[in-house]
């Protein structure tokens, strides 16, 4: 396997979905991404009217589909091109024989390469080689070059190049019985004898996204004169063009498309944007030539180096390619989240979850402008936060657990499951620790980048509301002496209510009550950072009282945990009276049994029941926090903290896992990196192939997961180097994996610039470049401060 | 005259839309800010086609003119709010007597109150209090509250609310035979009972702007059940309530309005947003309280105190609350750029000029996040301004002169003068100096920040492609052995092109060469500040080559600038050669000639022929730079320069301008204000009167001037401060006028918070707090290191 590569070398049609959601090139993703996460009307979301809303596909789903089949219709729009001999048939793989097939995504240019050798019935051989890309650096532009090259014929033949509005949402099997048109069209038609437009406005959104094409033919550097023909219908406009191919030459076609939205800055609207920009657009080569210049900019400071193990150093690179085309430095100046399945697939409808939580670590210490883009895209919905803790009698903010274009709820409140056909109430919305996900993000991105500015006009306020609300949650049990909250959902979605309980929710969630006390802890030393004459303004702005500030600290200090005798923290109060689950007999029976609360409500029976868990709840804590923190934390509580304690959760959770989510692997090998290697790098392993072999047979086509793939990524650099931001000091305790040599990559830490370089006997650390005064490093409880131009190497 | 508030204690119908015009309560300005740049259609500019655009003034033109006058046609939108005795005719100021007449703007609250006692024809007296505020914290809200107090009598009122969408352009005179019609209405209706709604279009620009408004009836704190109707009419909504109003007992009316629109951030989409937000809408009551409150954060970083000069005082904070409320914070999360007049004009229409120039310095010091906001603004529009440059044959950006929207060049090509009434060509878009401004105020806000992460990102682009365009539009003389420029216009606009020449444009305006030359000179010390890495990588994306730099480097040393043997620099080549003018003649025959311009044209001559200006344009350097500073540039220029020649300079162009434009006697009072103390006073009180005083004869009402009155907070903070960032030292050199007793500020420079307090024989700054490390002040050519806390006073 190529280190920067990733090949498929056979046409197997039913690999088609997943080749394309690894392959989709969304790294431009041009503006449209706002319009990416808009979903459902403002209804309450029922089947049916769930989807009245404009989520739409514009965005990225680049698939040439077309080459499979004729059928254009409900197929995205701008890839769109064809080809036939005169008078034939338009090009379909089904009616060729397929000699060659191979595909390649070059990470690391952004490229997506097609190379096709076939035969069609009349025995014409035709070679057809295809590159297509969103540029890196162009933000409006994408484009595709054919290079077909008749084998053993000549003749005329006719391309096709067309712009498709008719897209609808088909991409997720269990939606399609929902609502899918979202667009409706605008206008469509010629913008010059080579170019082309189309012009929609999403239904409910009423965003509108104009592209324009221009397609052209060459032969070597020659523009072929050619006969072009411009048509319309319903919904689409297609550019026709009749050329003659000669045998063994070469065709060019390039295809430019541009797009603009509603949404983007600096036009003055989209139609007018697209149609100027198509006709000042540059060629194939010269856009190629400044996007792939742009992934090599992204390279030097995002890439992982791995040695030891070809299969790992690959997958990290193709996460990395993932996360950093999803999120990119594009969207700072865009009004865009972290939507949890990339900009691959309509799985989740392009919700905003929590999975910054996993993807931020990364982020933070290479591009942390891009955090602070997603972490304002959460501050202007702060608003709306308020108004919904509001309405459920909280004070402050409360964040969603499934947000959408303007920050309310989107929570599905019934879902389909596909083995029963049921429709089922879903009460995943009590998610509440959502909140702490982001407070948990501020602070972060705080501590690896100093950004006070950051802090002091947006983070604060954020945090503060955030604690304001998790206070207003708690009630004080005055029998134990300690705070409560009850009514919430953890990470583990198995659990939503007691057995037999018609009040929704669970009671004192433990990764739940440790965040929210931490929370309301670390609301100190954020007023601290910002200075006592912010603090002021921003207490008198909030009107937050004394008062509030002393319930704060007195539950910062006395939130319960439900921690038994024997040291196991319970998921939630009460997860130790369940069932034990008989894991054998579910595995037997059913093989893959992890979405198990599928199975269960199959059977009339519920994972609720069951001492069960869809993926880390408790062992998030493990995953968040270093022994050293969690100490800290439980005696602030005035609990006893046994660093024993922790192997033993560890595994009293991992044998009561089905691993329903993606994200679970990725934390139970983080908790086990130093307890059970081996355990823990087959979990690491199996979480590397969760999409680039679509474990859980058939999501990755509906959407990459990017809170997995970006997981793996930090358990290469957080895990494997030990890397911790405490007190001011940025911590390294590798750890490395005996199948790895070693680990290189570089990283920006309030303003240095940094290249850490770990091998199983050493670990050396220079500063390159520093913009900000010395900082501190600490290896092996020692610490030393680091400046401009010193390295330092550690013996391990 | 109050030290916080503008009062009219008198009604003159004919200074109405001056008192307008300064009262506007733009500051919270809703998001349609994004709308109001937006200008024309992308044709050329010819009358009858520059208006078909979508300029429109939803945004601000909030007039209650309706007590003036019955027709609420063209009078926008939400602040319609009327009442009559029911069966009566709708209240009209001209069918009433006034009895008293009150109008308060209050800088410090940023509310508007009038209070008026008038008696109708049937001999009813009324007391009608009012107050409004377009909200300074909640991003979408406005309010407005009547209290109606019948002094005489009793009986059934009827209270019209309504929200208009009839709106069109007619706020400036010589426009308005030209297309002023720009919304398209989408739906209007009800939201509640209570409450209303309106939807439009811009027809060009097809953004939607949605409003919704509240309105109700109390007395005391009771609100009234009241019979309420709603009615539409052609483009407009209309809520009638009626209710009873007795004798000297207060009926309160509130009317709460929302206003979304497409560029508006975390929405779905405006109507949809305007009608929730309008149904969970806060009381008057709560929304002035948080609005006020703001304010008063805004006051306590940006007033500036000056004691011995009330009328000066109270015109500065007039001034700093124009500056602030057409910024503000805002703005950060907005794409929006700094109209020359304001959010108070038609003038213009809204293109952004060079006025940041001038804006900028106050707003550096204080609330930098609002200078790196409307930077980014410009960085933005970067990909049109490589356009417009590459469509001159020229390299890198080239910034327009009036930029709108997308950032296309927006000057007429032709201009009406009224003087003759004939349509007049326009080429002062050869001013391509507004590209120094832009590099200047980059590099400025560098200084105050020390912001390494936008410099490194955005700035330097910027910066570079600038520079980059600057050395392509220069010209090797081998006879000189020197680099000219050609075909340009300073910033005084009475030269566009010599006497009798075919040629459009001036040869080597030395404003414009010396900051060229300047350019050239800094962009290699915005190089070196962003780090060898990032430098390399800049220059590998902007394709920069190293004989290029060299070329830079060159030029920055060998610009022709056209000094005079008696060390008067032409303000460009060939200035010396024109015409002495007749002022004195010109005075006598027309009294006013500030607009030379038109006199001159409608006479059939030109002021292409004499040594006359508009306003400053050679003294911009002086304004600019300090003479040190100066000194630098001409040496490394290989100009003598005689620091002799800077008030020589002064004097002969103070004595050939006409001051046409408001920014000239800023210029002129700075650059007099250690050589000539009394004139600069003098030109210090007139600048200050340019708005509150209409000086230029109605020019205000069409919009303020922005940059003049930033000019005048400027000229108080950096010029009598004696304030200057230089070489990484914040230097003080303080020159007080004689008028003024002491001058305090406090100001926010690289991370640090200072307060400073000048008095005849004192300086003394006090460094409150410190985000940043410990940084260097100079004072009478020491240099002391400050850090947190510490505080000194100097003796002058």
Chains 1, 2 share one sequence.
Request: proline share 3%; aromatic share 12%.
């Amino acid at each position: 396997m190529s280190k920067w590569a990733l090949t498929y070398d056979s046409w197997k049609p039913e690999q088609q979905s997943l080749r394309e959601a690894l392959c989709v090139l969304g790294n431009g993703y041009f503006a449209t991404r706002g319009a990416a996460e808009e979903s459902s009307a403002d209804e309450i979301n029922y089947p049916g009217t769930y989807l009245a809303g404009g989520y739409n596909r514009l965005k990225t789903k680049i698939s040439d589909r077309f080459i499979e089949n004729e059928d254009l219709v409900n197929w995205p729009n701008w890839l769109c091109l064809s080809f036939r001999p005169e008078g034939g048939s338009w090009f379909s793989l089904s009616d060729v024989e397929i000699l060659d097939y191979n595909q390649v995504l070059d990470v690391k240019k952004g490229i997506l390469m097609r190379r096709m050798r076939f035969k069609d019935k009349k025995g014409r051989i035709t070679l057809l080689e295809c590159r297509r890309f969103v540029s890196a650096s162009r933000r409006h532009l994408a484009g595709i070059r054919w290079e077909l090259t008749p084998e053993n014929w000549s003749g005329k033949i006719e391309i096709r190049s067309a712009l498709d509005g008719t897209v609808s949402n088909q991409g997720v099997k269990r939606y399609r019985q929902l609502e899918s048109q979202h667009l409706e069209l605008l206008s469509v038609g010629s913008v010059t004898d080579d170019s082309i437009y189309l012009s929609v406005k999403t239904n409910q959104s009423h965003i509108t996204m104009a592209q324009a094409a221009r397609t052209k033919v060459y032969s070597g550097k020659k523009e072929l004169k050619v006969q072009q023909r411009i048509s319309r219908r319903a919904g689409m406009v297609t550019h026709t063009i009749k050329c003659k191919a000669s045998k063994k030459k070469a065709l060019r076609v390039e295809k430019m498309v541009v797009v603009f939205t509603t949404k983007d800055n600096a036009i003055t609207e989209p139609e007018l944007e697209a149609k100027n920009a198509i006709q000042n657009c540059v060629t194939f080569k010269e856009a190629l030539k400044d996007h792939v210049r742009k992934w090599d900019h992204y390279w030097r400071y995002c890439d992982i180096g791995i040695s030891g193990h070809p299969f790992a150093q690959f997958v990290l690179r193709l996460h990395i390619f993932h996360l950093v085309q999803t999120t990119s430095l594009k969207t700072i100046d865009m009004d865009a989240g972290v939507p949890a399945r990339g900009l691959h697939g309509e799985a989740y409808r392009g919700h905003i979850f929590w999975d910054e939580l996993f993807i931020f670590p990364f982020l933070n210490l290479r591009m942390p402008e891009v955090t602070r883009a997603l972490l304002m895209y959460r501050y202007r919905r702060l608003p709306e936060a308020r108004q919904a803790a509001e309405r459920e009698g909280y004070h402050g903010a409360m964040f969603p657990w499934q947000s959408s274009s303007n920050g309310r709820e989107e929570t599905q409140v019934v879902h389909l499951n596909p083995k029963s056909n049921r429709w089922v109430s879903d009460n995943t919305h009590n998610q509440r620790h959502v909140n702490a996900a982001i407070a948990f993000n501020i602070w972060q991105y705080y501590q690896a980048t100093k950004d006070i500015q950051f802090l002091s006009f947006y983070g604060a306020e954020m945090f503060l509301e955030i604690a304001r609300f998790v206070a207003s949650m708690t009630k004080y049990n005055p029998k134990r002496k300690r705070y409560e909250i009850h009514g919430v959902v953890g990470p583990d979605e198995f659990h939503t209510e007691y057995p037999d309980s018609k009040k929704l929710g669970l009671s004192n969630n433990a990764y739940t009550n440790v965040m929210f006390a931490w929370i309301l802890w670390r609301a100190f030393d954020i007023m601290k950072a910002v200075g006592n004459a912010r603090r002021d303004e921003i207490l008198d702005n909030l009107q937050i009282t004394k008062k509030e500030l002393k319930l704060w600290d007195h539950i910062s200090r006395r939130m319960f945990i439900p921690i038994q005798k024997d040291g196991i923290i319970s998921q939630f109060e009460g997860f130790e009276k369940l069932k034990e689950f008989d894991w054998e007999r579910y595995r037997r029976k059913y093989g893959d049994i992890q979405r198990l609360d599928r199975i269960l409500e199959a059977e009339g029976d519920s994972p609720n029941r069951y001492k069960v868990s869809k993926q880390a709840d408790l062992l998030m804590l493990f995953y968040l926090f270093s022994s050293e923190k969690l100490e800290e934390i439980f005696k602030r509580l005035g609990y006893k903290f046994d660093h024993e304690s922790i192997p033993k959760n560890i595994e009293y959770y991992i044998n009561r896992s089905s691993h329903g989510s993606t994200l679970s692997r990725i934390v139970v090998s983080w908790v086990l990196s130093r307890s059970d290697r081996k355990r823990s790098w087959e979990l690491f392993q199996t979480a590397l192939a969760s999409d680039v072999a679509d474990i859980q047979g058939g999501t990755t086509s509906e959407g990459i997961h990017l809170g997995a793939m970006s997981g793996t990524v930090d358990l290469v650099q957080r895990c494997y180097a030990g890397l911790e931001m405490r007190d001011g000091v940025l911590w390294f305790d590798p750890c490395l994996p005996d199948e790895l040599k070693n680990l290189t990559f570089r990283l920006r830490y309030s303003g240095h610039w940094l290249k850490v370089r770990i091998e199983h006997s050493k670990l050396k650390i220079s500063f390159n470049r520093s913009w900000s005064k010395p900082t501190k490093v600490g290896v092996k409880n020692k610490i030393y401060t680091m400046d401009e131009g010193m390295s330092r190497e550690f013996k391990l």
